[in-house]
Nanobody, 123 residues
Framework: QVQLVESGGGLVQAGGSLRLSCAAS????????MGWFRQAPGKEREFVAA????????YYADSVKGRFTMSRDNAKNTVYLQMNSLKPEDTAVYYC????????????????WGQGTQVTVSS
């Protein structure tokens, strides 16, 4: 079993920054892909970013490219999402996920999910 715990969400003004963290219990398998998804009220959960634990390749949704950066700290079994130039449309609950699929951009590609952390961007 894998337990994921997100932190770092909060309220921020448009144009501001937040850094989300996702701590994984135990040692993550090197074959895992770690992802960030978000879900706004009344909308489906959507892909934000992903990183390969082994190698560190990153992938981003078009809506966040150039603004968000995902990274990992192997020693801490933790991944991060640095969010800059935040917009009101970024407001959502952000979820951390882990999976072993080669695909990375769909919810069905992940086996484990955190509880989510709220990000609210005010205009």
């Amino acid at each position: 079993q894998v337990q994921l715990v997100e932190s770092g969400g909060g309220l921020v003004q448009a144009g501001g920054s937040l850094r989300l963290s996702c701590a994984a219990s135990g040692r993550a398998f090197s074959s895992y892909t770690m992802g960030w998804f978000r879900q706004a009220p009344g909308k489906e959960r959507e892909f934000v970013a992903a990183i390969r634990w082994s190698g560190g390749s990153t992938y981003y949704a078009d809506s966040v490219k150039g603004r968000f950066t995902m990274s990992r700290d192997n020693a801490k079994n933790t991944v991060y999402l640095q969010m800059n130039s935040l917009k009101p449309e970024d407001t959502a609950v952000y979820y951390c996920a882990a999976g072993t699929s080669l695909r990375y951009d769909g919810t069905l590609n992940y086996d484990y999910w955190g509880q989510g952390t709220q990000v609210t961007v005010s205009s």
